[in-house]
C-alpha cells in the first residue's frame, strides 16, 4: 500500500512514550541512583542531574521527529502538520525538565501544561 513510512514513523512515536514512561515508572526507582545516598527516589526525582538527562532524552526525539517533519514536506499537509507540532512538543517538554533543573517549577509546571494540551 506505500505507507511503510507513514507506519513507521508512528510507531516511534509510540516507542517514544512507551519508552519515557518507562524512564519515569516509580517500580523501576531509576530516580533513587540520583539522590545522594543512592535510596531516596524523591530526592533523586528533583535532582539537576536527573532531570537534565529526562531533558536531553526528548530532545533527542525531538530532531527523530523533525527529520520525519522533513520528509514528510513533499506528501501532504496533515502529516506534516503532525509531524512538526510532536517535534515543538517534544522540545517544550524537554524545556520543562530543563526548569525542573534549575528549580524553576512554576515555568515548568506551565511548560507541562502547554504539552499535556496540546496531546488532549
Known amino acids: ?8 514513523a508512528f510507531s516511534l512515536i509510540s516507542v517514544f ?12 526507582d531509576l530516580a533513587a541512583a540520583y539522590s545522594a ?3 531516596d527516589a524523591v530526592a ?5 542531574p536527573y532531570n537534565t538527562a529526562l531533558a536531553l532524552y526528548p530532545i533527542v526525539w525531538g530532531f527523530v521527529m523533525f527529520t520525519f517533519w522533513v520528509f514528510t514536506l513533499k506528501t501532504n499537509v496533515v ?6 507540532l510532536v ?14 533543573a534549575d528549580g ?17
Do not use: H
Request: glycine share 4%; aromatic share 16%.
Open 87 to 100: 517535534t515543538v512538543e517534544d522540545w517544550i517538554l524537554a524545556a520543562a525538565f530543563w526548569k525542573v
Open 1 to 8: 500500500m506505500g505507507n511503510s513510512f507513514f507506519m513507521t
Open 44 to 48: 533523586g526525582a528533583s535532582s539537576r
Open 104 to 120: 524553576r517549577y512554576k515555568y515548568a509546571r506551565t511548560l507541562q501544561e502547554v504539552c499535556r494540551e496540546s496531546t488532549s
Open 37 to 39: 545516598n543512592g535510596a
Open 79 to 84: 502529516f506534516a502538520t503532525i509531524f512538526i
Open 17 to 28: 512514550w512507551l519508552s519515557f514512561d518507562l524512564l519515569q515508572l516509580p517500580t523501576l
